[in-house]
């Protein structure tokens, strides 16, 4: 399933993003698009409410601007910089072709991403090599750990602290 819903779009981020064409046009599927302003490379940062599994990776873009290479970091504690991006390995790296820019899944290592908080991804180049890449519409794929919130459990019988 699509893990839109999980997103917390509040604590979303995207470094080297245009003003006019941010990472939330992305993140729905309302039109508008993501657009990088000084040159091709974006990092996006996406925190969930919970912790899912994801399973792959939707980008849709435009042929001539959409993104090639693709690095995927997982549950960093803090969103990388560029520098940090480049050199330190990833979950995961992605080559796009022109034919997954049209929003086909492009499936991912599952078995390295069964615990995940956030995610970040890595835009190094664009499909072109031009100065500006553009994302129409990114979803991650996956599904959500139903995690027990004990505080949801009500006392049966006994007092706190009393056991059998």
């Given at each position: 399933m699509d893990l839109s819903p999980?997103?917390?779009?509040?604590?979303?981020?995207?470094?080297?993003?245009?003003?006019e064409h941010p990472l939330t046009n992305a993140l729905s599927?309302?039109?508008?698009?993501?657009?990088?302003?000084?040159?091709?490379?974006l990092i996006i940062s996406i925190t969930f409410n919970q912790?899912?599994?994801?399973?792959?990776?939707?980008?849709?873009?435009?042929m001539d601007k959409g993104p090639k290479t693709i690095k995927i970091f997982i549950n960093q504690p803090r969103t990388l910089d560029f520098d940090m991006a480049e050199s330190c390995s990833c979950v995961q790296?992605?080559?796009l072709s022109p034919g997954d820019l049209e929003g086909n899944p492009v499936n991912l290592?599952?078995?390295?991403?069964?615990?995940?908080?956030?995610?970040?991804?890595?835009?190094?180049?664009?499909?072109?090599?031009?100065?500006?890449?553009?994302i129409d519409h990114?979803?991650?794929?996956?599904?959500?750990?139903?995690?027990?919130?004990?505080?949801?459990?009500?006392?049966?019988?006994?007092?706190?602290?009393?056991?059998h």
């Open positions: 999980f997103i917390l779009k509040a604590q979303c981020e995207c470094l080297n993003e245009n003003d599927t309302g039109g508008g698009f993501l657009q990088s302003d000084c040159d091709e490379q912790a899912v599994k994801v399973h792959s990776l939707k980008v849709k873009g435009p790296e992605l080559e290592r599952y078995v390295k991403f069964q615990n995940v908080n956030n995610i970040q991804l890595f835009i190094k180049d664009n499909i072109s090599g031009n100065d500006v890449t553009q990114v979803a991650i794929i996956g599904t959500p750990i139903s995690t027990t919130n004990m505080g949801d459990f009500k006392r049966v019988a006994g007092k706190k602290g009393e056991s």
